[in-house]
C-alpha cells in the first residue's frame, strides 16, 4: 500500500482529544449563557472588583500586556519562532504547525464574533477599541500563541526545571493579557474565558491531528522511553 503511513493514536492522542472535546462543549454552554444574557451580574461584579485596583502603573502594565497580546506583536513573535525553528533548530513541520494553530485561532475568532456580534462593554473604558467583544480576541491568540509555543519547545528542554519555567511563564502570560482586557474595560470576563475555551478546542484539535500524522516523529520523550 502506497501513501504517507498513518500511525495509531496514543493514549496521549487520546487525552488531548478529550481535552479538545470538553473545551469546545465548555465554550458552547458559555456562549448560550452569554447569549441569554445570563452573566451579566457576575461579568459587572468580576469587572467592578478588577477595575477597583486601578492604578496609573497598573493601567500601563495592563496596556503594555495589551499591545503585546494584540495581532502585530503576535505575528512578530511567531516570526521569531519560526526563525528559530527553520535556521536553528531545522524543524520544518513544526512551522506549519505554528502557522495553522495562530492564524487559524485569528481566522476562527474573527468568524465568532461575526456570529455573536456581542457589544463591548461600556463603564469603565481606559482605552478605546471598536469591534465586537466575544470572544476576546487577545484570549484566543494569547492562548493559541504560547501554548503552541511551550508545546514545540517542552522536547527542546531536557531538564525539568527548564521546563516548569516554560510551562510557568505561557500560563503567565495567557492570564495577564486576558486579565488585562477586563482591567481596561474592554471585555467582559466571560469574552476571556470563551476566548480561551475556543483556543483550548482550536490547538486540541490541530496537534491530535499533527501528532496522528507525524506518529512518534512528534514525540521524542516516547522514543526515548520505549530505547530507555
Given amino acids: 500500500m502506497s501513501g504517507e503511513k498513518i500511525y495509531p493514536a496514543s493514549g496521549r492522542q487520546r487525552w488531548i482529544f478529550l481535552i479538545s472535546m470538553i473545551s469546545f462543549i465548555g465554550f458552547v454552554i458559555l456562549a448560550a449563557l452569554v447569549k441569554r444574557e445570563s452573566l451579566a451580574?457576575?461579568?459587572l461584579a468580576i469587572i467592578s472588583s478588577v477595575q477597583a485596583l486601578e492604578h496609573p502603573l497598573i493601567t500601563d502594565i495592563a496596556i503594555g500586556l495589551s499591545f503585546i497580546g494584540s495581532i502585530g506583536p503576535v505575528i512578530v513573535l511567531s516570526?521569531?519562532?519560526i526563525a528559530v525553528l527553520y535556521w536553528i533548530l531545522g524543524h520544518r513541520r513544526e512551522i506549519l504547525l505554528l502557522i495553522v494553530v495562530v492564524f487559524g485561532s485569528s481566522i476562527l475568532n474573527l468568524l465568532l464574533k461575526w456570529v455573536f456580534q456581542r457589544a463591548r462593554p461600556d463603564i469603565n473604558r481606559l482605552i478605546e477599541i471598536t469591534g465586537y467583544s466575544y470572544p476576546s480576541g487577545h484570549s484566543m491568540g494569547?492562548?493559541?500563541?504560547?501554548?503552541v509555543l511551550a508545546y514545540l519547545l517542552w522536547r527542546h528542554i531536557d531538564n525539568r526545571a527548564g521546563r516548569g519555567t516554560l510551562i510557568a511563564v505561557s500560563i503567565v502570560m495567557i492570564l495577564s493579557i486576558g486579565l488585562s482586557?477586563?482591567?481596561l474595560g474592554v471585555h467582559y470576563p466571560s469574552d476571556i474565558v470563551g476566548?480561551?475555551?475556543?483556543?483550548?478546542a482550536w490547538l486540541g484539535f490541530v496537534i491530535r491531528s499533527y501528532e496522528k500524522r507525524m506518529g512518534k516523529r512528534a514525540n521524542p520523550d516516547d522514543v526515548n522511553e520505549e530505547t530507555a
Fill in 41 to 43: 451580574a457576575l461579568d
Fill in 79 to 81: 516570526l521569531i519562532v
Fill in 142 to 147: 494569547a492562548f493559541s500563541f504560547y501554548s
Fill in 181 to 183: 482586557r477586563i482591567y
Fill in 195 to 200: 476566548g480561551y475555551l475556543a483556543s483550548c
